[in-house]
């Protein structure tokens, strides 16, 4: 049994990956201050003695009683539309909150796994996209909050790690999908399962031939507690699924899914700095972790599609 904080952890991914640490019997803390994450998301849990709710802010850690062996570090919002709409805070989480992360690691001797993403790579010019890739970002437009704050947020990991000796370990997470997502989440899987199910029309950003590789959120678990458990391991690590499609294939898919619907497809002005490409290069994680996603994309849209039915019925 460990002792595990995970902060964002009334978060989609958060959430889920709570389950999972209680299920396999650790005693864990969510920190969490709601700007994206939802009660009901950690409402199974509240009557499990192993489960506490820290309600605050990762920006505004101050509390040194605090001790953990491990530490998942998820507070960030992950959807566009909504690390946009603060995009100060937004910054500020990934930068200032992982650096109080990394610092209650220092004092306590945690292991800390950072939540990094794919959009550390920008609009990439290599594909798929290895670790080793640089990326490339714009740093002054929309989606830089979140890109540079994950990308600030990893040089802090390694130099925590080289100067202070922390042991931490940098996830890059591509998009993932499943139950828990909030209906509002915004993001393309839950937005088209949610314009479907409503009989709304799918809405999508430019031509629709921007492509991304998605995951299902057990495979992602499943690969954070696997980087978790590692004595050594060389990170940043690249954890997605690199079965790539465009968003007009996902958008059509949804709709194969959900035959009753009388949803079409609608196309509106691309958004800015939207990626065009996106896949994982896995061989790293597949190396030292052997781990592989095994989730096929039908089969995880259809449970998505199921958890979106009941969510909307509440
Ligand atoms: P989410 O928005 O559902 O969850 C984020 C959680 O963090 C929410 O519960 C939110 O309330 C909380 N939070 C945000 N800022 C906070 C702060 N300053 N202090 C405390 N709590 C705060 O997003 P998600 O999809 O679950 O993403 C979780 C993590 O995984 C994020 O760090 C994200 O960058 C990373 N990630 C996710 C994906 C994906 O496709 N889901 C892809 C790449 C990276
Ligand atoms: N997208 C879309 N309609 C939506 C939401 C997203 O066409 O309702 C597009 C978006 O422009 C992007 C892709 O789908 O090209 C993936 O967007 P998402 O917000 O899911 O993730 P991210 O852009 O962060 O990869």
Same mark, same amino acid.
């Given at each position: ?27 864990? *803390? ?17 009557s499990n ?5 820290i309600?605050?802010?990762?920006? #505004? ?5 605090? /001790? ?21 805070g937004t910054?500020m ?10 610092e ?9 796994l950072?939540? /990094?993403?794919?959009?550390?790579y920008?609009n ?13 970002v ?11 704050g ?28 499943g ?7 915004g ?7 949610? #314009?479907?199910?409503c ?88 190396? #030292?972790?052997? *781990?592989?996603?095994s ?20």
């Amino acid at each position: 049994m460990s002792k595990v904080l995970v902060t964002g952890g009334a978060g989609f991914v958060g959430s889920n990956l709570c389950r999972d640490l209680l299920n396999g019997g650790d005693e864990v *803390w969510c920190l969490d201050n709601f700007s994206t994450g939802h009660r009901e998301n950690i409402l199974p849990f509240r009557s499990n003695a192993k489960f506490h709710l820290i309600e605050g802010d990762v920006k #505004q850690l101050t509390d040194s009683d605090l /001790s953990f062996r491990h530490i998942y570090n998820l507070a960030c919002p992950a959807s566009p539309i909504h690390y946009q709409k603060d995009p100060v805070g937004t910054m500020m989480s990934s930068v200032l909150g992982t650096k109080n992360i990394l610092e209650l690691a220092r004092v306590t001797g945690a292991r800390v796994l950072q939540a /990094s993403t794919s959009e550390i790579y920008g609009n990439p010019n290599v594909s798929p996209q290895p670790e080793t890739y640089f990326g490339n970002v714009n740093p002054t437009g929309l989606r830089a909050c979140y890109d540079e704050g994950k990308r600030a947020a990893e040089t802090l990991c390694f130099d925590y790690r080289r100067q202070h000796g922390v042991d931490v370990r940098v996830v890059r997470i591509f998009n993932t999908y499943g139950p828990g997502m909030a209906i509002d989440d915004g993001r393309a899987v839950s937005n088209f399962i949610v #314009q479907a199910l409503c009989n709304s029309p799918l809405i999508i950003y430019g031509r629709g031939a921007q492509t991304r590789s998605f995951m299902f959120v057990d495979d992602l678990v499943a690969g954070l507690k696997l980087t978790m458990s590692q004595e050594e391991i060389d990170t940043p690590i690249n954890l997605g699924n690199p079965h790539e499609i465009s968003i007009n294939q996902l958008a059509n898919l949804v709709l194969e899914l959900l035959p009753e619907s009388s949803s079409d497809i609608i196309h509106r002005a691309s958004l800015s700095d939207d990626p065009i490409v996106r896949k994982p290069d896995i061989n790293r994680a597949m190396r #030292q972790l052997g *781990w592989l996603p095994s989730v096929d994309l039908r089969d995880g849209l259809l449970m998505t599609i199921n958890y979106f039915r009941r969510a909307m019925k509440e």
